[in-house]
């Protein structure tokens, strides 16, 4: 059977730099607040009627595919992990084939929505897809346009000013060679949690999760059978944005990153000691710095850029992967374990070789 291995990589971040001086100039919030409680100073926002989730994802795709030395053409599957699609459906794979001028070809495009486990969760599937032989070169994205949803007033300050826009993708091949690719993938989730971190409205989910919670529903005889989608009463609160509860989502990131990253390690015979990169998804850097502390990891061990991307969800892993590449601190060989936890709760690991 084959392994999996990372042929080619690349990332977009959009032009434009918003700094939390920016953001303070919208809503109630500071530099010093948003630094000190998340390593955030600026994060990427996409040009608003030029870009979008799908475009970020082609851009940086074009990389990946170019540094595998392929071309468009031989791409047989596409993967597309996002929380921010263009439409809520198709999703952005098939939008992003298109961008890529690989239509013509009807290669398939699976589109996940594992919001920030997205990335660790397509390299799962694409790992399953290349070690039976079914494909040669799998397209994986993950790619987010934040900006366009978020509510940028100081009610919504606790969420908006965490994340950014950019896109990430890998090219994968299978490889026969020893001290090579995807050693194992894990995967977690647990829906008693799937609140805590949500876009909640518009959806079709009529209030059956949080019977407690008047989201406004109208009455058989105001309307039979619409009007549940998005109704009068969150267009008027503007209550359709994603909701965090923060603490929350911190208390459990912090214990499942670890458990992810040693379950990884331990499957494989290795201690965090052997590890070359961790590249942990950006959700907040004072998370990052508690897993490293707790994992007696070096400062060397660990890359983050979350400081100048903010969060990223899908994309943040394959843009600090991406990153750390281009500065050459992963090479041939090297063992890096990507580690993601987030919405759901959804958290997965992922220990290759480079
Ligand atoms: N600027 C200024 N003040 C803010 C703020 C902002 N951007 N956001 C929230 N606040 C205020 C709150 O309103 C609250 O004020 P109050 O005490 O007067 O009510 C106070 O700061 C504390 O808010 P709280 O939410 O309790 O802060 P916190 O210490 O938990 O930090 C997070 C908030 C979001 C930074 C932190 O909980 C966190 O990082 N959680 C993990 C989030 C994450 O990683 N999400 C992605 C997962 S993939």
């Given at each position: 059977m084959y392994k999996t291995k990372i042929a080619g990589i690349g990332h977009y971040v959009p032009e434009q730099v918003v700094t939390n001086e920016d953001l303070s100039r919208h809503m109630e919030t500071s530099d010093e607040w948003i630094q000190e409680r998340t390593g955030i100073k600026e994060r990427r926002y996409a040009k608003k009627f030029e870009e979008t989730t799908s475009i970020l994802g082609a851009k940086a795709a074009k990389i990946a595919i170019e540094r595998a030395g392929?071309?468009?053409?031989?791409?047989?599957f596409i993967i597309f992990a996002t929380?921010?699609?263009?439409?809520?459906?198709?999703?952005?794979g098939v939008l992003m084939q298109r961008q890529l001028g690989?239509?013509?070809?009807?290669i398939g495009a699976l589109d996940i929505r594992?919001?920030?486990s997205g990335f660790v969760y397509g390299l799962s599937i694409a790992d399953q897809f290349i070690k039976t032989g079914m494909y040669k070169n799998i397209l994986l994205v993950g790619a987010e346009m934040h900006s366009f949803g978020l509510d940028f007033s100081t009610r919504g300050r606790g969420v908006t000013v965490i994340f950014g826009d950019g896109a990430g993708a890998v090219i994968l091949q299978p490889t026969e060679e020893?001290?090579?690719?995807?050693?194992s993938t894990h995967l977690h989730a647990d829906?008693?949690?799937?609140?805590?971190?949500a876009f909640i409205n518009?959806?079709?989910?009529?209030?059956v999760h949080n019977p407690?919670?008047?989201?406004g529903y109208p009455t058989k005889e105001e309307n039979?059978?619409?009007?549940?989608?998005?109704t009068d009463k969150m267009w008027e609160e503007g209550d359709y944005y994603p909701n965090m509860n923060g603490k929350h989502v911190f208390k459990y990131a912090v214990t499942k990153f670890p458990a992810v990253i040693m379950e990884a390690l331990q499957q494989n015979g290795?201690?965090?000691?052997?590890?070359?990169m961790l590249i942990p998804h950006q959700a907040n850097l004072r998370i990052s710095q508690f897993v490293q502390k707790r994992m007696k990891l070096?400062?060397?061990q660990v890359f983050n850029n979350i400081q100048k991307y903010g969060n990223t969800t899908a994309a943040s892993i394959p843009i600090a992967l991406s990153e750390a590449w281009e500065a050459g601190k992963i090479q041939r060989g090297d063992l890096v374990c990507l580690a993601a936890f987030g919405s759901g709760f959804t958290w997965g690991s992922a220990l290759l070789q480079w």
């Open positions: 392929i071309t468009p053409d031989d791409v047989d929380l921010s699609p263009d439409y809520y459906f198709p999703g952005s690989m239509s013509k070809n009807e594992n919001q920030c020893e001290n090579q690719g995807i050693m829906g008693r949690e799937a609140e805590h971190l518009p959806g079709a989910h009529g209030g407690e919670h008047d989201y039979e059978y619409g009007g549940l989608f998005l290795h201690t965090p000691q052997d590890l070359k070096r400062d060397d």
